[in-house]
DNA sequence: GGGATATACTTGACTACACAACAATCTAGC
DNA sequence: GCTAGATTGTTGTGTAGTCAAGTATATCCC
């Protein structure tokens, strides 16, 4: 074996635990997914992005959001907010507003069918998330879990806080 | 406040640390696949899924491995592996091949060019996530990440191990 | 042997994104 | 005030995936 070869190994040998991570992140990513996504589209036809918008928007001053902030607090394109809520849009879930100091923004705003439809969603969603996670941790865990995931770029570390307001 | 909003919201407090963690698995795997998708698709012209996938078909034996198995490890649907494959095919990257006992089957096999193109990927793909992950993590964090990810639903525990072989 | 059921894969239609190019508006510097 | 550049959002096009339905083969059980 050269040394060449001998040096390759040994760099490589450092980076294993975290592309173990990155695989486990991303078939994991995928398989809660996949759960979640069947669930909500099921009982409520929703997508899990559209709740989360919806969700920002609830927490929201005036329940309304820039569409900016929303793409970068969803982790999207501004291409694919604008789309995404077109569809909310033709359910009138949301709708559009001016800013009025600011021509160029026009904000997301959740209606009053919005808000319900949330409110209606949000509790067999946190039950089925809730129990996925406990099934597999224990509460320490989960908040161990929630720490170092949130360290993850765009993961930012504020929480996205309990809805459900039991309307 | 009435009773059944208190009942509703202690309720809920129990799963609060549940969607958080969930909440930050969403956002921090966009985040990370973004900038690992951008980095390998600029630098060899592969999706995230191909890379895996070729990884997988060069750890198995004889370099070939069922779709349906393929399916399973990178947690997509059957008829995703046919269109990655047929695109990897496309690139002469892989190929396919009956299986002699059951005709149903046909084998996904690494060609050498295939091999060859993920030897070229796999070292700055390797690097890149390292760096990743090393930036925000010191390693007993990232073996307790990695450990805590590999108990979700399709994150199997089995470890994707090191490649690029100084070939 | 022969039909019912299960398994492996493909195909057609659709969806949810991404990227690139664009239009509109705001802000700063001169 | 005016131009240069930054910011906000939309649209055209492409792609990677899904689901539902279909084909082909294998297996099980009478």
Redesign the interface.
Known sequence: M?N??LR??ES?????????????????????????TAQLQADHGLT?NEY?AMLLLSHAPDGRLRRVDLAD????TPSGVTRMLDGLRERALVDKAECPGDARVTYAVLTDAGAAKLREAS?SH??A??A???E??S?P??????E?????????GE????P???G
Chains 1, 2 share one sequence.
Do not use: N
């Open positions: 050269s060449q070869l390759d190994q490589q040998a450092g980076k294993r635990g975290a592309v173990d991570a990155w695989v486990r992140l991303l078939r994991g990513h995928a398989g809660m997914r996949r759960t979640v899990v989360e607090s969803l982790q999207l509790c946190i039950a998330v809730g996925l996670f406990e597999r941790y509460k865990e989960i908040e161990t879990l929630a170092l995931l949130g360290r993850l770029p765009g993961a930012g929480s996205s806080c309990t459900c307001p039991s």
